[in-house]
């Protein structure tokens, strides 16, 4: 199975820089998803890794380190709008192999 | 592209009748899922198809819940009889090649 852990929630400032970490337990890596949910909406994708290193889409990033089973999204020059729910996904190397396990997803709210 | 079209968006229905959902993936995506999502549990793997075909049904939570695929462009996921509990909301997403989900709006469920 598929363990993954992220944190409940964060608070962050407009104009800073936030790190919301995801780290994961599966057997056969094949592949790591942020996506990003506004209240009352749908998950949005934001970025995929595969390999290790980062990922930069403007003001969003995300790094994958596959021997530690650890990932990031990093976003910059936060703003009102990038209070959301942001949710880590990990794709297995297996039969299953279109299905993506959710994590529950980090809850981050920017205070002006 | 219009995106995954779900609907109806909101359904409130009395406890013991049945609730049919609908979805249209987007054209050309081969993998179709089914989600359930609530404060409580998160994001919940429902089922999911590979080319119209049942893949992994091991999420639906028991009998009352069937889901079809009878061709690419529709699917549909009922609840028979419905209970208060089964009250969520329910998300539809498809995937290409590239394995990133396009999630549906949602169908916002009460059953009183």
């Known amino acids: 199975g598929q363990n993954i852990d992220q944190p409940t929630e964060m608070t962050a400032t407009e104009g800073a820089i936030v790190q919301i970490n995801c780290t994961y337990q599966?057997?056969?890596?094949?592949?790591l998803f942020w996506y990003q949910q506004h209240a009352g909406e749908a998950p949005t994708f934001l970025s995929y890794n595969v390999l290790d290193g980062l990922e930069e889409k403007g003001r969003f990033s995300s790094f994958l380190s596959r021997s530690k089973g650890y990932s990031y999204l990093l976003l910059k020059e936060l703003q009102m709008k990038d209070s959301a729910s942001y949710l880590c996904?990990?794709?297995?190397?297996?039969?299953?192999?279109?299905?993506?396990?959710f994590g529950d997803g980090t809850t981050l709210t920017v205070k002006p | 592209d219009a995106g995954v079209i779900q609907s109806p968006r909101h359904e409130v229905t009395e406890m013991g009748q049945e609730v049919t959902l609908r979805c249209k993936p987007i054209?050309?995506?081969?993998?179709l899922f089914w989600y359930r999502q609530t404060m409580m549990r998160g994001l919940e793997l429902l089922i999911y198809?590979?080319?119209?075909?049942?893949?992994?049904d091991s999420g639906m939570p028991e009998d009352r819940f069937s889901a079809k695929m009878p061709n690419a462009s529709f699917s549909t996921l009922k609840i028979q009889p419905s209970e208060p509990r089964d009250s969520a909301v329910y998300f539809c997403a498809s995937s290409g090649r590239n394995y990133g989900y396009t999630f549906g709006s949602g169908t916002r469920l009460t059953v009183v």
């Open positions: 996904a990990v794709r297995a190397y297996n039969t299953n192999a279109g299905k993506s396990t």
């Open positions: 599966t057997s056969g890596f094949n592949g």
């Open positions: 054209s050309g995506h081969d993998y």
């Open positions: 198809f590979n080319n119209n075909v049942p893949i992994d």
